[in-house]
């Protein structure tokens, strides 16, 4: 049995503030001060974990949130911007009709311009972009089951056969890695822990000690460095 994606953790300064604005951003609840539950097909929760390293570097991932019309990703905008994000400048063209923002901890995301074929069938969130290899985007297919829905010039993608935004990974060039990355994986393990390691071992993951969490989880880290975390569920 493969594992399944039960959440995206970020690293946070503040994460009850954090879990605030992420959850009225996106309309979700909240089922504690710092876990929100999709209010829709995303299939995984927001977790919201304590951190005191300040960030420094663009993160790995961010999400791409959808628009249905030029009025739509204007107010998309301006909400996220009432509720505390900011825009910055990752080197993104005038001509690219995508808004780039920050959320209050520097968190970089995008809202994408209406009209973008490639998440046209996927929801608010559109897609979780991701700076990674094509072995990255392989291992993660395996790792989670889910089929790959775009795989050319080294980018691929994938997502759940239930829906919900698409995972991405640019391919080449890559950014270098700096520390602990502030977004992990975490992943559910409904059967024998131990195996589900060597499994996902077998498929190119490695273990690392550079995400601290209870005894009870395993972390790892995917052909690209990047860690995410086990849990035994059930």
Known sequence: MTADLVALCFDAQDPVRLARFWADFLGWESADDTTLVPADDTGFRLRFLPSDVPKTVANHLHFDMTSTS???QQRTVERALELGARHIDVGQRPEEGHVVLADPEGNEFCVI???NKFL???GFIGALAGDGSQACGYFWS???GWPLVWDQDEETAIRSPLGGPKVTWGGPPLEPK????RLHFDLGVAGELNAEVERLVALGATRTDVVQHPA???ALADPDGHEFCLTPIG
């Open 70 to 72: 030029l009025e739509d």
């Open 113 to 115: 311009e209406p009209g």
């Open 120 to 122: 046209a069938e996927c």
């Open 142 to 144: 395996a790792a989670l």
């Open 178 to 181: 700096t520390g602990k990355h």
């Open 216 to 218: 009870a989880h395993v």
